[in-house]
């Protein structure tokens, strides 16, 4: 029973749900349907679809989070990255605006909920951390660039394309002579106004004498102002022939149904899934564990997997897009007062309710201002600064983080995300297979023992003391060993290799068969070969393979009494009281 729970995080929170609660999530509710009305709807015509099927995505989704989910304020719902990604994936398959995009983009959303599904029932929430932040940081500032060019064809009211950042420029470009300047008309002001609104409005409020709170509300809806302007300008000035607009809008809810198996379509849209899924679980639970940070509050990546995978289950049935956590509507949901993730609950009552009585009413509303409002989005998700912290700290990060960026500017997002994960594998491969080993000396007049390079310690000519700072494995297992071994030339009193393994939690089969080979050679030096400080776990896994039989060596507890031991004229013995040893005892069979 208590296993059934775990799966089903609202039986906890809904048993003890009381009126105050309510009262604070609906609050959140209405304000974030309020800024999920205008956004859905765009980040929807981002992804080449029409504007109603972000509503879509935005009904069950949400209740499927809530059911699922452990977040109280991640707002699940059409998100930017995930909205071009499913572009660039659907639009190789099928041409913008039939019913084979659409019944592609519904797959994707089925495939994607599926992969999180297997992934959160398998417990690999842990494979989050496969993509480094700088990696993804990288890879969203790349995408908030290319969704801004690609949303300038709506602003100027032109036809333009393409999948990569020189693509589009040159589409828009070549397309610039056919500029619409009554789109112009609309878009920029729009723009305009959102950057004020998203930068100043609060302010100005306030200055009239409103409240921080009330200020905030009203500055949050300033996307909605922007769209109930521009549709009734449309409609007086009868504009309506003069600028692209959204159109008609069915207002009724989605119907659900399976999407129709084509297992030729899901073997295309099989790797797109699969990056999807990625890029949305990582930010999703990046968000969801920033929020949650606030309040204490514990994230289970893994019933996240499950969650977010519900989510899109439920949003390909009920004709949706692939769906995961925005950052901006979540803050928007916390900063409101959403303290259940009932509130995810109630704002997709609001979408529902406003799919059926209000989007005859968008009929008017220009392409131009949903555009608008997904460049002021996605320009905040554009940060340079990851590029100069990892510059900074760590040239290899900075690599990684550089090199998506520029992959995913010329060359698309599937390859720009792809080359981000497999750099950030092949930088850990080449970083662990290179690990810092430091030559050891006793520190004077104490018992610790410190890099020879960087301190003035004791050695002992008969004895060379190698401490590896990382765990042992295939990929460094060589490496170590050629090490060693070029440390043993021109060392003629050398009887003794002390190899300290306090920062090895692991030594696999490839570096056991390099142990038992160092030890082979060093014995025929007539040398022998120590451990120190081996992990209970280590220890037992190599005295199953009888390694510790075969050692020329000694097993020690620590460092010092492995070399008090082995020159005591250098290091005189140490005398441990019992309580000492006890400890010493306990601390290296961790």
């Not at 029409?50 to 304020?73: D, E, K, Q, R, V």
Request: net charge neutral; aromatic share 8%; with cysteine.
């Amino acid at each position: 029973m208590r296993r059934l729970k775990s799966y089903f995080p609202i039986v906890q929170w809904a048993s003890t749900y009381q009126r105050a609660q309510f009262s604070s999530d609906a609050t959140a509710a209405l304000i974030v349907t309020i800024m999920l009305i205008p956004q859905s709807m765009a980040y929807a015509l981002l992804a080449g679809l029409p504007p109603h099927i972000g509503l879509y995505a935005s009904i069950l989704p949400l209740i499927g989070y809530m059911i699922f989910g452990t977040s109280n304020a991640l707002a699940v719902g059409p998100v930017a990255v995930v909205s071009l990604m499913t572009a660039a994936s659907v639009g190789t398959i099928a041409e913008t605006g039939t019913a084979g995009y659409l019944a592609a983009a519904i797959m994707l959303a089925l495939l994607s909920g599926g992969i999180l599904l297997v992934m959160g029932l398998l417990r690999l929430g842990f494979l989050s951390d496969f993509l480094s932040h700088p990696v993804v940081s990288g890879f969203i500032t790349a995408s908030g660039i290319l969704i801004a060019f690609s949303q300038m064809r709506h602003i100027l009211g032109v036809e333009a394309g393409g999948y990569s950042l020189l693509e589009i420029i040159n589409s828009l470009l070549t397309a610039l002579p056919d500029t619409n300047w009554v789109a112009v008309g609309f878009g920029v002001p729009a723009l305009g106004f959102l950057f004020w609104v998203r930068g100043s409005m609060k302010a100005a409020l306030q200055r009239l004498g409103l409240s921080a709170t009330m200020a905030g509300n009203l500055a949050k809806a300033g996307p909605l102002l922007a769209v109930f302007i521009s549709v009734v300008c449309v409609h007086v000035l009868q504009l309506d022939h003069a600028l692209p607009l959204v159109g008609a809008i069915p207002n009724q809810l989605p119907a659900l149904a399976v999407p129709a198996f084509n297992l030729d379509l899901m073997q295309s849209l099989l790797l797109p899934a699969l990056l999807i899924s990625a890029i949305g679980f990582v930010e999703s639970v990046s968000v969801a564990r920033t929020l949650a940070a606030r309040d204490n509050q514990y994230i289970d990546p893994n019933q996240e997997l499950i969650g977010l995978g519900s989510a899109n289950v439920l949003s390909s049935l009920s004709g949706g897009y692939p769906v995961a956590g925005g950052l901006a509507r979540s803050v928007v949901n916390l900063d409101a007062g959403a303290v259940t993730p009932a509130a995810g609950g109630l704002t997709a009552i609001g979408i529902a309710l406003a799919t059926v009585f209000f989007t005859p009413y968008l009929y008017f509303l220009p392409k131009a201002i949903l555009a608008a409002t997904i460049i002021v989005a996605v320009l905040s998700l554009v940060d340079f600064s990851v590029l100069k912290s990892s510059w900074v700290y760590s040239k290899s990060d900075f690599a990684a983080a550089m090199l998506t960026i520029l992959v995913t500017l010329f060359a698309g997002v599937e390859l720009g995300v792809s080359t981000g994960a497999a750099a950030s594998i092949a930088l850990y491969l080449i970083t662990t297979s290179q690990p810092h080993i430091a030559e050891i000396g006793l520190v004077p007049d104490t018992q610790h023992f410190r890099n020879v390079v960087r301190h003035k310690v004791i050695t002992s000519p008969s004895i060379l003391s190698l401490r590896v700072d990382e765990n042992l494995f295939f990929a460094n297992a060589l490496h170590i060993e050629k090490h060693i071994t070029s440390q043993l030339d021109g060392r003629p009193e050398l009887r003794h290799v002390v190899l300290n393994c306090s920062s090895v939690s692991l030594i696999d089969s490839s570096a056991l068969e390099v142990l038992e080979a160092l030890n082979t050679q060093l014995m025929a030096r007539a040398i022998q070969f120590h451990l120190v400080e081996l992990k209970g776990p280590v220890e037992d896994r190599l005295r199953r393979q009888d390694f510790i039989e075969h050692l020329s060596g000694t097993l020690f507890l620590h460092q010092y009494q492995a070399v008090s031991t082995l020159d005591p004229k250098t290091y005189p013995p140490l005398s441990l009281s019992r309580s000492e040893l006890v400890e010493a005892i306990d601390g290296s069979h961790i």
